[in-house]
């Protein structure tokens, strides 16, 4: 079984002005002269924690990890409601990337992340893809409106009661319609206990969708601190009812770009959240990737993923 490699603290971190009056906050780990690779958290909204720094080789790599507009370390901050949330979408978080790529002097790096971190790193490597030199992936997602009417309306077929209680959540008259439009209205109200209370009912769905997996804990989105909790909640709510302003299928439809860039996808057949219908499709345009299926694995993992993601990340290190 591979164990995660011990804790590590940044050598090097900033604030990066990337304009619009946002700062996004970067660290780099590891080894100064190794192989660039660059974690991309999911969420969207969730922010990096020093776990991930974990799964790469210290001695191998040169690790940078950055929060995402609105979240982590990065100001402002999504749960102050005078953050304009018009300077957080898809396109703006892609030239953060490559403005960071730049700022630090990096020529090609390795994508790693999951979940909507997987969204945003390939997004980033079919628009430059010769600025990849792999890709790991746990938890394929490229945020389809199929994909997300399934998470907040599809899956409710599974969870009838928990899906009933998310949709009183929001104004009677919003409950036939886009219930995630719905949420990202509610997020963005002047008043703070609206918020909590969305962000709470969202987080409380969220958590009864993954509560199937034999891993995890009870509550790995209720039991963020508040204001990480409101900011998570508004983030993905803004995201994902403009269809995180992606159009329908592209990621898929343009995954030819990656042509040429080994990549190694994770997907847990338990995942409910992101059925393994994605990943599959993706596998078979990016010829260069490997799918590996993970039967004990829902969206938050097993140590089997654990040890697949930690396994490819040592075959990578050698491969440029």
């Known amino acids: 079984m591979a164990e995660l490699y011990p804790p590590i603290e940044p050598y090097e971190q900033g604030m990066l002005d990337v304009g619009d009056g946002n700062l996004v906050h970067w660290e780099v780990c590891g080894n100064p002269r190794g192989r660039p690779a660059l974690v991309v958290h999911g969420g969207p909204g969730s922010g990096c924690n020093p776990r991930m720094r974990r799964y790469f080789d210290p001695e191998a790599y040169r690790v940078v990890l950055f929060d995402q507009r609105g979240c982590g370390r990065s100001t402002p901050h999504a749960a102050d409601p005078a953050a304009d949330m018009r300077y957080n979408t898809t396109g703006h978080l892609l030239a953060d990337m490559e403005q960071l790529r730049e700022h630090l002097g990096i020529e090609r790096w390795l994508l790693y992340g999951g979940s909507w971190g997987s969204t945003l790193l390939l997004a980033y490597a079919e628009r430059h893809p010769e600025r990849v030199s792999g890709i790991v992936v746990n938890g394929v997602t490229t945020t389809r409106r199929r994909e997300i009417d399934w998470l907040y309306r599809g899956v409710g077929r599974f969870f ?98 990656l042509k040429g860039i080994p990549g190694a996808l994770f997907h847990g057949r338990l995942d409910l959240s992101t059925p393994l219908e994605t990943p599959w499709e993706l596998s078979r345009v990016w010829t260069d990737a490997e799918l590996v299926v993970v039967d004990d694995s829902g969206h938050k993992g097993s140590a089997t993923m654990r040890d697949g993601v930690i396994g490819a990340l040592e075959r990578f290190r050698y491969t440029e």
Do not use: T
């Open 160 to 257: 009838p009661e928990q899906w009933h209680r998310f949709r009183l959540g929001v104004p009677e008259a919003d409950r036939a319609g886009d219930l995630v439009a719905a949420y990202a209205g509610l997020m963005e109200s002047e008043d703070r206990a609206v918020r909590e209370k969305a962000a709470v009912d969202w987080c409380r769905w969220e958590d009864a969708v993954v509560s199937l997996e034999p891993n995890g804990g009870p509550d790995p989105y209720g039991g963020r601190p508040s204001d990480a909790r409101i900011a998570l909640v508004r983030i993905a709510a803004h995201y994902f009812a403009h269809g995180a302003w992606l159009e329908e299928g592209v990621l898929l439809r343009e995954a030819g770009r």
